[in-house]
């Protein structure tokens, strides 16, 4: 009997189940089947692998985080502008010189537009660059190894915004100023900006063999507000294109006095010109103070120089180089199409968005039509240059996107949605709101000639209640759709981390095949590396000590150290023996003043302690290495500063 | 409770012990723990009722791996085992030495009781060895469970470093 109960109830459980399930899909066919979809569309089953890298900027958190597409999971956050305690990025000795600028250390950045180098106008997957905003930076990080490789300082600059986007082989990474300011800085009176200031468009050229950047020149552009900008490519190969507001000039309550102008610019820059006129000698020598900091793979160490000039171009003497394409209500995003025919000034004031034609613009400077000038520079007429407009009835776009069919995908801030019109017929296809108020997007190779339209991610200022609530603070929400049917459909809602601005993606393939898995030891080459562990040892030298230490599951050699005073400056090098993939030793002692290090396998870092008490004090792994984890540690006995126990080290004995 | 007061009584003598350690002379009190650590490694391969792990001899085991057959040259090739011996002080020193057990075992003599394909699986793969081969798995656990790294040294590195070994 009661084995008979169980089967009918397990029967009319089963029943329910089927009957649950036919009942969904019956009721709302359209919902149920677009939800369960949408559900496979993002599912990356456990131990499978996303098919698109994203890199989305951490905004103030001054870093670059990694996340899998479709999935949203976060692999990785990259130090590049701040200081970051979980690998010791920016406190330990390595890495400090990397955040040295004009202004001394400087340990954070606001971080905002990654862009993947190219070649021919397409992803290469060999570099990412990214802007600091706040103190002008530029970085360089290796997509094989995902660190930061290189900072350069961008003199002249403030708020560092419409940057950092390359042209299409990688030739420079273009960084512009929104702050126009005193060029040379100087004490003047702010109310006499109108006139007076500048604004600085950096060219910064990439070695192809490794990526080394170089200031070239800066051309110095009236004092505009320099929003964003975008490469030409393909037919506009060559030019580079900025938007700009508070072409008033305004100094002061710039949310009223910046908006007074009908049309603000878009300023098209033959950069190819003044590459020519500079090698031919042209531009002035200033006098600059800017920094330029290397990391060295090999050396495991970075090192800063300051530079102390820098090229500068007046574009009244270029002739041909530089002209201005009115655009409508202060334009904020600059976005090239990927043949490169069209520009499209997202006027965020606006409910339109403007298209410029490439050709029309060429015609319009050739037949010199010309509607007046600015400070020298030739303004083309709207109408000569309009290729056509974007009615879209949504409020405050952006930025824009595309995909490889021909469509474009702008964001509308004030009505947070996505819309995808058709490049050409400017036909609104689609729209399908984002939650909410959202900033870029970004389509995997979105701008280049080659997208990959498969997704395209919405990123949010503002997230209320897609989440449980943390308190005051949330962290912005992102959001995916599917971009590759005729509409677009909502799959997915992550958090990200800090405020991405703009983001760069890039097919899985084109990076994981190269990513680095360890550092050899044999090949490394830093000042202080214990190769081998019978070179574990400490030297003094007066005040300093050198300690070489190397580390291997599970114990420091040496782990016992005695001849440490009060007063001393103790180095700690750290060595890590391993050569395996994923097995980094992490090191921290007690009272330390900057973090801990994390060592990946044949890497060396190195940690300042100035011990402050007599004792014996310990030290530690932090990284959860082996089953024998908690038994790697050691102790430094230090001794009063005027004792004379002799400097001793040793492990197991 | 009898349990209990002895214990405690224990603890107390420990604490007091302990205290007494800050100065530098009375850190002898600790014979105490010296005492339990020389008795442990006797009770552990006892347990197993078969020679330790590092004794035996499996000279006919190749181990598990990309190493299915070596023929070792009769004459050692000298230059061979000074390439090895360099990888080897740079890359397993810290767990090996010559004159001692340490984390692991001492390279020496273990020509005579390991093959050598069983050698070179190990340092090749040490992870699937303790998982798949016996002897490797035992003397993971003879050797206080502390894991062999995997040095992803090439299968002619690991040759040169058996090479080595057959001078010790």
Redesign the interface.
């Known amino acids: 009997m009661k084995k008979y109960k169980h089967y009918v109830f397990a029967l009319l459980g089963v029943s329910l189940l089927l009957a649950g399930c036919g009942n969904q899909t019956g009721k709302s066919s359209s919902n149920g089947a677009l939800s369960s979809s949408a559900a496979e569309k993002v599912y990356v089953a456990p131990g499978e692998q996303d098919e698109y890298y994203a890199f989305l900027s951490g905004g103030y958190s001054g870093n670059l985080t990694v996340y899998g597409l479709p999935s949203g999971r976060m692999f990785k956050e990259i130090p590049v502008f701040s200081q970051f305690p979980t690998s010791g990025y920016g406190y330990s000795e390595e890495t400090k010189p990397m955040l040295n600028t004009s202004f001394g250390f400087v340990p954070w950045d606001d971080a905002h537009h990654p862009d993947i180098s190219q070649t021919n106008g397409e992803l290469d997957g060999r570099w990412i660059f990214i802007n600091g905003n706040n103190t002008p930076r530029i970085a360089r990080i290796s997509l094989s190894t995902f660190e930061t490789e290189e900072i350069i300082e961008v003199p002249n600059s403030a708020g560092n915004h419409s940057s950092s986007f390359i042209t299409e082989n990688t030739e420079y990474v273009v960084a512009g100023t929104r702050f126009s300011v005193p060029v040379p800085q100087r004490d003047m009176p702010i109310n006499e900006y109108k006139g007076n200031f500048k604004g600085a468009l950096s060219f910064i050229s990439v070695a192809p063999e490794n990526g080394r950047l170089n200031l070239e020149f800066q051309v110095l552009m009236p004092g505009f507000n320099y929003d964003l900008s975008h490469p030409g490519r393909g037919k506009s190969h060559g030019w580079f294109f900025f938007t700009t507001y508070n072409t008033e000039e305004a100094n002061s309550l710039m949310e009223v006095n910046s908006s007074q102008n009908d049309k603000d610019f878009i300023a098209a820059i033959n950069w190819k010109k003044i590459e020519e006129y500079v090698k031919n000698g042209g531009g002035t020598k200033m006098p600059a103070n800017y920094a330029h900091n290397v990391y060295d793979e090999h050396t495991h160490t970075g090192t800063s120089t300051m530079k102390k000039e820098v090229l500068t171009v007046d574009p009244t003497e270029v002739p041909g180089a530089v002209f201005f394409l009115p655009t409508p209500k202060s334009p904020h995003g600059c976005d090239v199409d990927p043949t490169g025919q069209y520009i499209i000034g997202n006027g965020k004031l606006s409910a339109d968005l403007t298209v410029h034609s490439f050709d029309k613009m060429i015609a319009a400077i050739e037949g010199e039509k010309f509607d007046g000038e600015a400070y020298g520079i030739p303004i083309l007429k709207f109408e000569d240059v309009l290729a056509g407009t974007v009615k879209s009835g949504g409020l405050g776009p952006l930025h824009t996107e595309f995909d490889a069919n021909g469509n474009a995908y702008t964001t509308f801030f004030i009505s947070s949605e996505v819309v995808k019109w058709k490049l050409g017929t400017w036909e609104v296809i689609d729209r399908k709101p984002t939650f909410y108020s959202v900033g870029h997007l970004m389509i995997p190779g979105g701008n280049s000639r080659k997208p990959f339209g498969k997704y395209v991610v919405a990123m949010n200022k503002i997230t209320k209640d897609r989440y449980l609530p943390t308190g005051p603070e949330m962290e912005h929400s992102a959001q995916i759709y599917d971009i590759s049917g005729e509409k677009m459909e909502l799959i997915y809602d992550f958090p990200t981390h800090g405020e991405p601005h703009y983001a760069a993606g890039c097919p899985a393939e084109l990076l994981a095949p190269k990513s680095k898995k360890i550092y050899r030891l044999s090949e490394n080459k830093h000042e202080f590396a214990t190769i081998s562990p019978n070179d574990a040892r400490v030297e003094r030298n007066g005040k300093e000590v050198h300690i070489y230490m190397s580390t291997i599951r599970s114990h420091f050699t040496p782990d016992n150290i005695e001849g440490i005073k009060v007063g001393d400056k103790v180095y700690f090098h750290i060595t890590n023996h391993e050569q395996d993939f994923d097995v980094p030793h992490g090191f921290s002692i007690i009272g330390q003043n900057t973090s801990e290090l994390l060592v990946m396998p044949g890497q060396t870092k190195t940690s300042i302690w100035e011990p402050k008490k007599v004792g014996v004090w310990p030290f530690y792994c932090t990284d959860f290495c082996s089953a024998l984890h908690q038994e790697m540690q050691g102790y430094v006995r230090v001794s009063p500063a005027n004792s004379n126990i002799e400097l001793s080290w040793s492990l197991g004995e | 409770m009898k349990i209990n007061i002895v214990l405690s009584a224990l603890m107390f003598s420990v604490l007091l012990v302990g205290c007494g350690g800050k100065e530098e002379k009375k850190t002898d009190g600790f014979s105490v723990d010296r005492k339990k650590s020389t008795e442990k490694p006797v009770e552990t391969p006892a347990a197993d009722n078969e020679v330790p792990a590092s004794q035996r001899i499996t000279l006919d085991e190749k181990g598990v791996g990309q190493i299915k057959s070596i023929t070792l040259d009769p004459e050692i090739d000298m230059e061979m085992a000074s390439t090895g011996e360099a990888i080897y002080?740079?890359?397993c020193?810290?767990?090996h030495k010559l004159d001692k057990r340490?984390?692991g075992p001492s390279p020496r003599g273990i020509m005579e009781r390991r093959s050598p394909e069983w050698i070179m699986n190990m340092i090749l793969d040490p992870k699937l060895m303790t998982e798949q081969d016996r002897c490797a798995k035992d003397l993971l656990i003879e050797f206080?469970?502390?894991?062999m790294?995997?040095?992803?040294?090439t299968v002619e590195e690991t040759r040169a470093i058996l090479e080595y070994f057959r001078t010790l």
């Not at chain 2, 790294?149 to 040294?153: D, E, K, T, V």
């Open positions: 002080n740079t890359n020193t810290a767990c340490f984390i206080n469970g502390a894991a790294a995997n040095q992803n040294l």
